[in-house]
């Protein structure tokens, strides 16, 4: 072969070579950038960023996020929308630290003595300023809210605690009727009461104190959505539907909060965060999961009984105290920088 034409032959297998590089490259950018952007999409990230303030607290409705912030010299509550824009401002005092969401949706704001409702003032629909409406004292807001649990359009549920906190007793009052109290679901933690029965026979020192010391108030929450009741009773393993005159509908096994012993036995998974989250917004239902303080949500499946992980939150430990879900996205304070200030996060997981 001549010398020309060997030069010849090496310069288009060096093009050659180029054109497959490119080629390469362009494919894998193709493949890789929805990839980045899905995943992207699946970090939780700062939704209001507001470095001189700390959130104290956080609740969310139709309307919107509120805030109650914390400054240097002032307190106030903000309205975000769901973008996370300030639309409006209120101050208020610093002794006020929580933000209690009622089961008819609207907003209070609790101090160690006082409550007051967060409320708007519109114009022909639309929203103005925000103020302070009704005052109560703390004692008497409680004593009307702490047993009420949700609401339909025709009852108000509410439930009570019994026997050291080891069973609850579900009632309803209709609301046009003759406002009597009338039971339709009595949960018990068997288990819960033998550990009490023991101590108190056996003198454990006082019934009360040994309750608190081997058992938590048993967990059976029930949630509204679409005035439809739905009850988690999981000493029961199972699921109940009722519909909006609290009339029995259908039930589903329960079971993702549980593990077969290799003794046969079915036991409480212990890493279980023992908490139900209901997204308001698409009446989908979550759980959580705590190990090492790394908290996995899962989305339960109503009528099998099994959930399903939607998202994990390594490098964000200890948040499941103020997890909360709207519209796929769940939210959080948390605190990762020097000042040590809490900030709202936001993760989408649908």
Not at 182 to 192: I, T, W
Not at 259 to 267: I, K, L, N, T
Request: charged share 25%; with cysteine; proline share 3%.
């Amino acid at each position: 072969m001549k010398k020309s034409s060997l030069i010849l032959l090496l310069f288009v297998l060096f093009v050659l070579s180029a054109i497959s590089a490119s080629a390469q490259e362009n494919i894998a950018f193709k493949v890789e950038l929805p990839e980045a952007t899905i995943t992207a999409q699946n970090i939780p990230h700062i939704a209001y960023n507001n470095k001189v303030v700390s959130i104290k607290d956080f609740e969310i409705n139709e309307k919107g996020i509120y805030l109650i912030a914390q400054r240097r010299r002032n307190n106030a509550i903000l309205h975000l929308n769901f973008a996370c824009d300030t639309l409006k401002e209120l101050k208020i005092s610093p002794a006020y630290y929580n933000i209690f969401k009622d089961v008819f949706g609207e907003m209070h704001i609790i101090s160690n003595d006082d409550v007051w409702q967060i409320g708007h003032k519109t114009f022909m629909g639309k929203m103005l300023d925000m103020e302070l409406l009704y005052h109560y004292p703390l004692m008497e807001f409680y004593s009307a809210f702490s047993n009420i649990a949700c609401a339909t359009d025709s009852i108000i549920v509410g439930g009570r605690y019994f026997y050291y906190d080891q069973e609850i007793f579900y009632y309803y009052f209709n609301m046009d009727g003759d406002k009597q109290p009338h039971e339709f679901h009595h949960c018990v933690n068997e288990e819960g009461r033998d550990y009490i029965y023991f101590a108190i026979k056996y003198k454990w020192g006082l019934p009360r104190r040994s309750g608190n010391l081997f058992c938590k108030p048993t967990y059976d929450p029930i949630f509204s959505y679409d005035n439809n009741l739905y009850l988690f009773s999981f000493d029961e393993d199972k699921t109940f539907i009722y519909n909006n005159v609290c009339e029995f509908v259908c039930e589903y096994p329960l079971t993702f909060h549980k593990y077969r012993h290799w003794s046969g036995e079915m036991q409480v998974i212990k890493k279980w965060g023992k908490k139900v989250i209901m997204d308001a917004a698409t009446g989908k239902f979550y759980t959580i999961f705590i190990d090492d303080g790394i908290t996995t949500l899962k989305k339960i499946n109503i009528e099998n009984g099994t959930a399903e992980t939607t998202a994990v939150f390594g490098g964000f430990p200890f948040i499941d105290d103020k997890l909360k879900i709207y519209d796929g996205k769940a939210y959080f304070l948390y605190a990762n920088d020097v000042s040590r200030n809490k900030r709202l996060y936001e993760v989408v997981i649908e």
